[in-house]
């Protein structure tokens, strides 16, 4: 299957062979309530807790989830197979709604899955993790779902957020997630630490806005994010540092993809745009996870696709 929503209010199914329609959207098949702006979070059965997603045609079996946020304030899980909703959040306003009045869900939903979690995972069920668009740029929030029937399970409300664009990475060696924020035109800050089980907040980082999503690497000791001023950023995940490697463009965009080259070197994608034009760069960074100084990014020749 391939998944896909939209400004449309619809989450699309196709199959992968030919694109053919699963289902057309309509009423409770595949709708939200508002516009979907991000990347589905599209898990699969035999890795989800959810257990009861289709009494209707599946007879409580499991399926394929989907999860999604909406600008109408709510979080969806919908059945992959069907379009069926299986359960969504109030929407904006409501009572035990995700978001206050005038907020949305723009940033993408991430998940801690219980099936590939260590031993100090205690949930019982699959955490999802939503960050919120505020109409104030002080008021935004980052919740923790239960994945099987999108009840909250802990907020973060620091009081300084700003708008969440991005979708928070699992850190699932440590238990930690990562967030990244705009900053309140650089007063505030734009990454955040916190705790996946419990929601307290672990470390902050003041980097200016960032519109992309963070990334752990594969050892979870290096954190990495774009800022959109252009700034490719390394944060250790065990200490508070950060390492900034001035890329030289005007604007980043996307998120970086880090590849390991040993056990502390990364080779590290990212893009970044000058004068509207998309360039693919790459840098290595060679960290030590003990302490602070002495590391930094190499850059390397980047290239623009043509066009």
């Known amino acids: 299957k391939v998944i896909a929503a939209s400004n449309d209010n619809n989450l699309h199914s196709m ?47 499991p399926c394929d989830v989907v999860y999604v946020g909406s600008n109408d304030g709510g979080v969806y899980a919908f059945n992959g197979i069907t379009g069926q909703v299986i359960w969504s959040t109030p929407a904006a306003g409501s009572p035990g709604s995700l978001v206050a009045v005038g907020g949305m869900v723009q940033g993408g939903i991430s998940a801690q899955l219980k099936v590939f979690a260590g031993g100090s995972f205690t949930p019982t069920t699959d955490l999802l993790f939503v960050g919120t668009r505020e109409l104030s740029a002080t008021a935004n929030k980052v919740y923790a779902l239960n994945g099987s029937t999108g009840a909250i399970v ?24 990562w967030v990244s924020t705009l900053s309140n035109a650089g007063t505030q800050p734009s990454l955040w630490k916190i705790d996946s089980l419990t929601g307290a907040g672990l470390a902050n980082f003041s980097l200016g806005d960032i519109s992309a999503s963070p990334t752990v690497n ?9 800022t959109d001023s252009g700034d ?74 043509p066009s």
């Open 154 to 177: 802990w907020t973060f409300s620091p009081g300084t957020m700003d708008a969440v664009n991005s979708t928070p990475a699992v850190d699932y060696t440590n238990n930690v997630i």
């Open 218 to 226: 594969l050892f979870a000791k290096v954190v990495y994010v774009v």
């Open 232 to 305: 490719l950023v390394a944060v250790h995940n065990d200490i508070s540092c950060t390492n900034t490697f001035v890329s030289g463009a005007t604007s980043g965009t996307g998120f970086p993809i880090p590849v390991a080259s040993s056990a502390s070197n990364d080779a590290i994608f990212f893009t970044t745009t000058t004068a509207g034009a998309g360039t693919i760069r790459k840098a290595s960074f060679t960290f030590n996870p003990a302490a602070c100084g002495g590391e930094t990014f190499v850059a390397a020749a980047g290239f623009t696709p």
């Open 15 to 61: 199959t992968a062979s030919a694109g053919a329609r699963s289902y057309k959207p309509s009423g409770a098949t595949g709708t939200t309530g508002g516009p979907v702006q991000t990347r589905p979070a599209v898990i699969s059965q035999g890795d989800t807790q959810l257990t009861d997603c289709d009494s209707v045609t599946l007879g409580n079996q």
